[in-house]
């Protein structure tokens, strides 16, 4: 069976978002297309940060970014997966451990709220290698995210509660 793929075309990425953007930047955009989460080492942050723009409509520019700084460490904390809904943010941070990265989630009741500290998401399968690149379904049962923990780069998937 072959299925036809969507056309793809270049995220709107204004000059407000992408200007200074040192390394990497990863996209998470809601389904709304008016709320976009990324991480960048924009100059005078050091490390990896997550930042946040917001629009009014998907025909209107990007607003100028600001750092998540309730959540951002003085560590990397980088490839963040935002919810459909806005409300839930997971993301891979350094700032347990100094070196490898661990997977965590954040909550906020509205798109206004700020986000609630993280909670680290996998204590009970932890591992002492990177874990990283964190998407969690809608209802928060089950996550899929990239692990170094066998040696190798690998994508692992893992029911978080549920049937």
Known sequence: MTVAWPSVVVADASEAITEGVVGACVWAPIG???VIVFHSMRAGTGRRDLWIATREATSLPWGAPVQISELNTAREDADPYLSADGLTLSYDSSRDTGSYRELFVSHRASLDDPFT???HLMTSFDSAMADADPWISDDGT???????????DEILEVRLSGP
């Open 32 to 34: 709304s297309g008016r």
């Open 117 to 119: 500290p993280p909670t």
């Open 142 to 152: 089950y996550a899929v995210f990239t692990s170094s923990r066998t040696g190798e």
